[in-house]
């Protein structure tokens, strides 16, 4: 166990700063202020970045920190901000380690004692959940599916009984393709498609499933949030399934009460329905 106290001046610190995902009024007092202090930045697109900070006048060194660079360029940050260099952690738009690359720093950070503080901004996940008219309390955030549609339809046939709110981000070019994959393994559920977050062109469509053929897909453009509603309905399973998962619990330590409650919750069954079947 680690305890690293953020502002504690015995642990060096390494700065995630949320970026506008569209609006430049997004971009707080809090996180233009840090980025003047930093010795230099990290950035997924560093021409993407240095195009930002032009129009707050910031001039900073910026170096690429991405997908495929990741591992040598976060152990790079480490060896830097472990000499006493001031950094912070940016990504295109939005949080830095939400669909985008960060984490891999952050575990290495923590490995070396370096505190992380988040600097707090714009996300399009959440401006699309509490806009979606649809249940906020309990959500599951997925992100990209899966290019391959086999894979796809793999990962939402194991999100399928979630009952949850599930929200996906998607390409404009595979929107299409997507929503019907969505469709084909959800079914009839509501959903809200969003696009173009705090820009001019903000654009929200609400709708069911099956009325997805009616969207002009060549109209849509910019990075897509799709909000879907969870699963309301208790599938039917049949008695050796349900005594099968409840067995699969209990075998990995669980008490039969216990693993009750989890085959419930996961696969949305009523716990009366499965009592009947496994005696207590």
């Known amino acids: 166990?680690?305890?690293?106290?953020?502002?504690?001046?015995?642990?060096?610190?390494?700065?995630?700063?949320?970026?506008?995902?569209?609006?430049?009024?997004?971009?707080?007092?809090?996180?233009?202020?840090?980025?003047?202090?930093?010795?230099?930045?990290?950035?997924?697109?560093?021409?993407?970045?240095?195009?930002?900070?032009?129009k707050f006048n910031i001039s900073k060194k910026i170096i690429s920190l991405r997908e495929?660079?990741?591992?040598?360029a976060s152990e790079q940050v480490i060896k830097s901000v472990l000499e006493g260099k001031k950094f912070a952690y940016m990504s295109d738009a939005g949080y830095p380690g939400i669909s985008d690359p960060g984490s891999l720093l952050v575990k290495k950070a923590i490995e070396n004692n370096i505190a992380i503080s988040v600097i707090s901004g714009s996300s399009a996940f959440i401006n699309a959940l509490v806009s979606s008219s649809l249940p906020t309390d309990h959500f599951y955030f997925h992100g990209f599916l899966s290019p391959k549609e086999n894979d796809a339809k793999k990962e939402l046939e194991e999100l399928k009984a979630k009952k949850e709110t599930l929200i996906f981000y998607e390409a404009p070019h595979r929107i299409e393709a997507?929503?019907?994959?969505?469709?084909?393994?959800?079914?009839?559920?509501?959903?809200?498609?969003?696009?173009?977050?705090?820009?001019?062109?903000?654009?929200?469509?609400?709708?069911?499933?099956d009325e997805v053929s009616s969207i002009d897909f060549a109209l849509l453009k910019g990075e897509m949030v799709i909000v879907v509603e969870g699963n309301t309905s208790e599938e039917e399973f049949s008695t050796e399934f349900i005594k099968e998962k409840v067995n699969f619990f209990i075998n990995k330590g669980l008490s039969k009460k216990d693993a009750i409650d989890v085959v419930a919750e996961t696969y949305n069954i009523k716990k009366n329905k499965i009592k009947d079947i496994i005696i207590l």
């Open 1 to 54: 166990m680690k305890i690293i106290k953020s502002y504690n001046n015995s642990h060096p610190i390494i700065y995630l700063i949320a970026t506008p995902i569209g609006n430049l009024g997004e971009f707080s007092p809090r996180a233009i202020e840090i980025i003047k202090e930093m010795d230099f930045l990290g950035a997924e697109d560093t021409r993407n970045t240095n195009d930002l900070l032009h």
């Open 68 to 72: 495929h660079n990741e591992i040598e």
């Open 178 to 209: 997507t929503l019907n994959l969505i469709h084909e393994i959800l079914g009839k559920r509501h959903f809200s498609l969003q696009r173009e977050l705090t820009k001019l062109n903000e654009e929200k469509i609400y709708g069911t499933l």
